[in-house]
């Protein structure tokens, strides 16, 4: 079982920085790629960046350029530095973590950005 929180999350002016954190621990072998998702009202859930074990990343094309996705594979940490954030940033971000076929989802961290 893997239990997985995010921090960092607020209120921020458009064009700030957040830096958003998340942290898997429990019982598991070894986490393979972790990703982080967000979810604005009255849409779907979309993707905004994901990194493998081995450091491998990928972005969401409207954060791509403005957002870095890194983690310690030691500590089973990730994080995602937010740069230039506008309104449309706004949404809860998840961190999920795959680990033997599955994955785990964080409770979600808000994340507002006012114009």
């Known amino acids: 079982q893997v239990q997985v929180v995010e921090s960092g999350g607020g209120l921020v002016q458009a064009g700030g920085s957040l830096t958003l954190s998340c942290a898997a621990s429990?019982?598991?072998?070894?986490?393979?790629?972790m990703g982080w998702y967000r979810h604005a009202p009255g849409k779907l859930r979309t993707l905004v960046a994901v990194i493998t074990s081995g450091g491998s990343t990928n972005y969401g094309g409207s954060v791509k350029d403005r957002f870095t996705i890194s983690r310690i594979n030691a500590k089973n940490t990730m994080y995602l530095k937010m740069n230039s954030l506008k309104p449309e940033d706004t949404a809860v971000y998840y961190c999920a973590a795959d680990s033997n076929s599955r994955r785990y989802w964080g409770q979600g961290t808000q994340v507002t950005v006012s114009s």
């Open positions: 429990g019982s598991f072998a070894s986490i393979s790629a």
